[in-house]
């Protein structure tokens, strides 16, 4: 497995003129888990190489204090990805990524911006699609693997990809959990203990919700979790919905064919946790 910090090295190395040779693009902000490492392994399945990126990208942190306690265990993730089979690393620094211009630049990805985690994260999308847009123009890959985890940030790349007319196939890859049912995240490493203990209750709400759906209407499970959520002292919902999952438009009356999913956002303590589910018709 090689490591690269800066642009030119990898893309020098990326540099392959070969018809079949593929690269599998997976970018991350580190404090890896086995959420993120299915995303390689598929990545590794599915093409010539695997390219994994490391940026704790500034621009996307609208809190200072998220960004500056953002979990960085950058040996142990290179020693879990050279264990997978990763071919090659990505770690720049913030001026190789952004010279002296450590801005987002403005996007519209076709409203979706402003559903859900757009509500609560100013600027949050738009730091998103600067660091995504020239990560994919460094690596170049044939396809990118982001998680459902992030389904929001999924389709916001999806619409990206297709506004801009980027060459590169997007795959949305499924949501790995813990035994309890909690969604892995980098976030979890910084849960007190009371708090962890509690925190799969965020997903055994989504599960019920599942059940409810489809023989109680949107309003009557809405309130259920509000209630439920409330009755935890040690969490705090932040926003509960039900979209449609092209447009993320949260829905009140749920149509024949449409496509649904309900999607979390949960405080355990200072720790700010999503998670989302899909909801069959
Ligand atoms: P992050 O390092 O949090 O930016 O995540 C990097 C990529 O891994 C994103 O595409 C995430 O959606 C994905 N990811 C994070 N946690 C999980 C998980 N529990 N299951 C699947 N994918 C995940």
């Given at each position: 497995m090689l490591v690269f910090s800066d642009i030119k090295s990898i893309q020098k190395e990326l540099q392959?003129?070969?018809?079949n040779f593929t690269v599998g693009f997976v970018p991350t902000m580190g404090a890896l888990h086995q959420g993120h490492l299915s995303l390689v392994a598929q990545a590794k399945r599915e093409n010539s190489v695997a390219v994994v990126s490391i940026f704790v990208n500034?621009?996307?942190?609208?809190n200072a204090s998220d960004l500056d306690n953002y979990p960085k265990t950058l040996d142990e993730d290179l020693r879990m990805l050279k264990d997978i089979g990763c071919d090659y690393v990505f770690t720049p620094t913030v001026s190789e990524m952004y010279a002296q211009n450590v801005n987002s630049e403005n996007f519209t990805f076709d409203g979706l911006e402003f559903e859900m985690e757009g509500k609560f994260r100013a600027g949050h999308f738009d730091g998103v699609g600067t660091i995504v847009r020239r990560l994919f123009e460094i690596v170049n890959p044939t396809k990118a693997y982001f998680g459902e985890k992030d389904f929001q940030q999924l389709q916001i790349i999806r619409t990206m990809v297709r506004n801009l007319e980027l060459p590169v196939q997007i795959v949305g890859c499924p949501i790995y959990r813990e035994d309890d049912g909690l969604a892995m995240s980098s976030r979890n490493q910084r849960l007190t203990k009371e708090h962890r203990k509690v925190a799969p209750l965020i997903f055994k709400v989504l599960s019920e919700v599942q059940k409810r759906f489809g023989t109680e209407n949107v309003t009557t499970i809405m309130q259920w979790v509000e209630s439920e959520i409330k009755e935890e002292p040690l969490l705090e919902l932040e926003y509960f919905e039900i979209a449609d999952e092209a447009t993320l438009k949260s829905v009140s009356k749920i149509e024949k064919n449409g496509k649904y999913r309900a999607f979390i956002a949960v405080f355990a303590g200072d720790i700010r946790l999503i998670d989302n589910i899909s909801l069959a018709n």
């Open positions: 392959v003129n070969s018809d500034p621009t996307q942190f609208n």
